[in-house]
């Protein structure tokens, strides 16, 4: 019995002192902390990579901070959705380039702006389309937990689908909302979840009414 204790004591302490230690390397979230996909942008100098998983696609992010607030990114993406997606494409590939802002800083909020150029190839007989997205970005952060970003986003593009005689082109556009949270569950490691809700548009010959919903998570590390 009393190697029991002294045993269990033993594990407890043990565990005890990791979990400050995890607790010690993990930031707290304030309204400077970097984000993979909220308003605060990458410090100058370093890198962010990561990887998101969800519906409609599997994407890869890189981001190079360039300025003080001011970051630049890659993110490349296979998507595999359906109708519900927004993409019009399928199967097919996303190659995006996030350019963002950071307009305010406070010591729990943040707000910013994300322009984002892109193309994108798909097995629709084939479709293909290029624009832009346009972002707000807004960040809270609750101490000791995650900071939660949510904003505002609309994309026009042209776009071509289906085959001839009744291929479908025309501009494309949708209207969003972004809702999401971001942790740093250690220094430099970040795990991400952001879901996006809205309607798609069409004009000329594409299909128009769709609802969109697109949801990921995953993860990132910021190098320093």
Not at 41 to 48: D, E, K, N, Q, S
Not at 169 to 185: I, K, P, Q, R, W
């Amino acid at each position: 019995m009393k190697r029991f204790v002294i045993t269990t004591a033993m594990v407890w302490a043990i565990s005890v002192g990791f979990a400050g230690e995890v607790e010690a390397q993990k930031p707290r979230p304030t309204g400077q902390t970097p984000s993979l996909t909220g308003a605060q942008v990458i410090p100058r100098g370093r890198t962010a990579l990561g990887v998101t998983l969800g519906y409609p696609s599997l994407r890869l992010h890189a981001v190079w901070g360039v300025g003080r607030r001011f970051d630049v990114g890659l993110m490349p993406a296979l998507t595999y959705g359906t109708r519900f997606d927004g993409y019009r494409q399928r199967l097919g590939l996303n190659v995006q380039v996030p350019l963002r802002w950071a307009l305010a800083q406070k010591p729990n909020f943040n707000f910013g702006v994300r322009l984002m150029p892109y193309f994108r190839i798909g097995e629709s007989s084939p479709a293909f389309s290029a624009g832009g997205n346009v972002g707000f970005r807004f960040g809270i952060a609750m101490p000791r937990i995650f900071t939660l970003v949510f904003g505002p986003e609309g994309r026009v593009g042209f776009a071509s689908v289906g085959e001839s005689p009744n291929r479908g082109n025309g501009l494309d556009a949708e209207v969003m909302g972004m809702v999401g949270l971001e942790s740093y569950f250690k220094r430099r490691w970040l795990f991400s979840l952001e879901r996006h809700f809205g309607h798609l548009f069409g004009t000329g010959t594409l299909p128009d009414g769709n609802f969109i919903y697109r949801t990921w998570f995953g993860f990132a590390y910021v190098f320093s």
